[in-house]
């Protein structure tokens, strides 16, 4: 097999080859007019000279000039024609844009949102498609760069040579979220990748239709306190206990959490989807503004229960129970005497804890009185 040839170099090359000539003929036309009018001014040469005509000159200002071009134009043709043939043995990873999020599928089967994992070493396709608007899939540290445009499939590829984590970002912008919407590009030794790959989801907590009827008849919503928006969130305090239901236009991740300090930071998040007719759900905790895990990764523990979940018509109900103060050093003791404040958050599309949100609402919340204040974020 030929040894594969990575073009992003190719793309380093050219634009440095560009970059010389120019700066060679920047100071070289500018020391040589320089030079002439310190040598050919009026008072050295009061008579201007009157000249016309000199083949050799006028073929070297001709033929100069033209290799110069066309030597650029070889190069960016040879580069673009490597960034445009895909080796054989790429690993093609499809990819959907939409307003704001990359889904990532593997040849598997196997989903992501937020991380893009590939193998170092192995060249990897990406086939674009565009849910809604045109978004760009930009990865700088691979020079690589291309729109995603519904009903045209668009690819690229690239060779992951270097191992590291890099910014995939969208570079066409596309709406209110277009900032927000990159990802990381995480290239890993190939038997990490494997490994990675080949991890299954969790296990779901409860089937569909396995439901206990003693579990729904807690959850009779007529007695419950709600929030009700374009995200609904539903809520009894039963002694020690708080019983939850939220619903949302969601096929993917639904999530409710509660007091956080700053951004997601120190909030007590409960996650949950619905897949395959099964109920996915995770107690997590924020560990920063902007990241949230899993209780048992923080020394706590998982204090769900009660949990089922059903998704239909696009919209996905989700009910579980915990506990008002589980004395887990993972959860936020939650007072229904005083006000705490309650994060409502759903990903339209992608069934993944590790999905982003696109949309993310929070409040003010009495869980004893019922009293709700939006807040502004
Ligand atoms: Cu998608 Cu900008």
Not at 236 to 247: E, I, N, S
Request: proline letters at 7%; aromatic letters at 10%.
């Amino acid at each position: 097999m030929e040894p594969v040839i990575n073009p992003s170099a190719g793309v380093d090359r050219t634009l440095i080859y560009i970059i010389g000539v120019s700066l060679v003929l920047l100071f070289g036309i500018t020391a040589l007019m320089i030079g002439f009018v310190i040598r050919y001014r009026r008072s050295r040469h009061p008579i201007p000279a009157d000249i016309r005509g000199h083949t050799g000159l006028e073929l070297a200002w001709m033929l100069i000039p033209t290799a110069i071009a066309l030597s650029m134009f070889y190069m960016g043709w040879d580069t673009y024609l490597g960034l445009r043939s895909v080796p054989a043995n790429a690993l093609d990873i499809q990819v959907a844009a939409e307003m704001f999020a990359w889904t990532f599928t593997y040849p598997n089967g196997k989903q992501t949102s937020t991380e893009l994992v590939v193998p170092q070493g192995r060249p990897v396709k990406i086939s674009l498609s565009s849910k809604d608007v045109i978004h760009s899939f930009y990865v700088p540290a691979f020079r690589i760069k291309m729109d995603a445009v519904k009903g045209l499939h668009t690819y690229l590829w690239f060779l992951p040579d270097h191992a590291g984590t890099f910014n995939i970002l969208c570079a066409e912008y596309c709406g209110l979220g277009h900032s927000e919407m990159s990802a990381d590009l995480k290239v890993v030794p190939p038997a990490d990748f494997d490994a990675w790959l080949a991890r299954k989801e969790p296990e779901p907590v409860q089937a569909k239709g396995e439901v206990n009827p003693e579990i729904l008849k807690l959850f009779d919503l007529s007695t419950f306190h709600s929030v009700q928006d374009t995200m609904s969130f539903y809520w009894k305090v039963d002694g020690p206990h708080l019983h939850c239901k939220l619903r949302a236009p969601a096929l993917g991740w639904v999530a409710a959490g509660f007091n956080p300090t700053r951004g997601m930071q120190g909030a007590d998040f409960i996650l949950a989807y619905v897949k395959n007719g099964k109920v996915y759900a995770e107690d997590h905790f924020g560990t920063s503004p902007v990241k949230h895990e899993p209780d048992e990764k923080l020394g706590g523990r998982q204090d769900l229960t009660n949990v089922f979940g059903i998704e239909s018509n696009g919209i996905t109900e989700v009910g579980f129970t915990i506990p008002l103060k589980s004395g887990d050093s993972a959860d936020t003791p939650l007072d229904p005497e005083h006000e705490i404040v309650l994060l409502l958050a759903y990903n339209s599309g992608i069934d993944d804890f590790r999905a982003k949100h696109n949309y993310r609402k929070a409040y003010r919340v009495n869980l004893a009185t019922g009293a709700v204040k939006p807040m502004t974020p």
